[in-house]
């Protein structure tokens, strides 16, 4: 079985400023790793996903994760964020062979002026 | 593209009552739906997984015949909740799988029974 640890349940942080949302997983097989974003009252958009290859994943809004198999994490980062990257933002872990996504309790992001 | 489409997006209820959710995808084939449910700042809870043409995998908790999953096309999945009762009252979203795309989740319904 698959879990994943999301240790940060809120992250304030000022507009322009870098960010990190630290996601840890556990898992007795290999895996494949996803960000999403949630915005209040919808539906999970994929953010970037690490299924092989390179370790470092990048989005196209600015985000990067990057995959380090020894400390079994996949921190999303971004250099400079903006006020509409305030949003609930969900690490998700697949283990290989299952179909079945498994989730963080979630971050939630507010990004001030 | 894969789209999910989910509806309704909110809907109240009496306590007692039964309500049903619907999952489309708008533009490919999915044989397999995934239904989740969220409680306010939390995670995502997998309730089940629809199978197209066959009953519903629920996860170890979940009631069968409160949260009645059909999945009659390859293009639709219903959850209905029967005899909904306030602590029913949640966010619920699915999503299902397209090959190439990986997971797409429908924008999520809220139920609030009363």
């Known amino acids: 079985a698959q879990s994943v640890t999301q240790l940060d349940s809120q992250v304030p942080v000022f507009e322009e400023a870098p960010v990190e949302l630290r996601c840890n997983y556990s898992s007795s097989v290999s895996v494949y790793l996803f960000w999403y974003v949630q915005y209040p009252n919808q539906g999970l958009q994929l953010l970037l996903k690490y299924l092989s290859g390179s370790t470092l994943v990048e989005s196209i809004n600015g985000f990067e994760a990057e995959f380090n198999k020894s400390q079994t994490s996949f921190h999303l980062r971004k250099p400079s964020v903006h006020i509409s990257d305030t949003a609930e933002y969900f690490c998700a872990v697949m283990g290989s062979g299952s179909e079945k996504l498994v989730f963080g309790k979630g971050t939630k992001l507010t990004v001030n002026p | 593209g894969a789209v999910v489409s989910q509806h309704p997006s909110r809907v109240i209820c009496k306590s007692g009552t039964s309500v049903k959710i619907e999952c489309r995808s708008l533009d490919f084939q999915a044989t397999t739906m995934f239904w989740y449910r969220q409680f306010p700042k939390q995670s995502l809870m997998l309730m089940a997984t629809?199978?197209?043409?066959?009953?519903?995998?629920?996860e170890q908790g979940v009631e069968k015949d409160k949260f009645l999953i059909n999945h009659a096309s390859l293009t639709l999945s219903t959850l209905t909740v029967t005899s909904a009762h306030p602590e029913d009252s949640s966010f619920y979203i699915c999503s299902a799988i397209r090959a190439n795309y990986g997971y797409t989740f429908g924008s999520g319904t809220r139920l609030t029974v009363v």
């Open positions: 629809s199978n197209e043409g066959s009953k519903a995998t629920y």
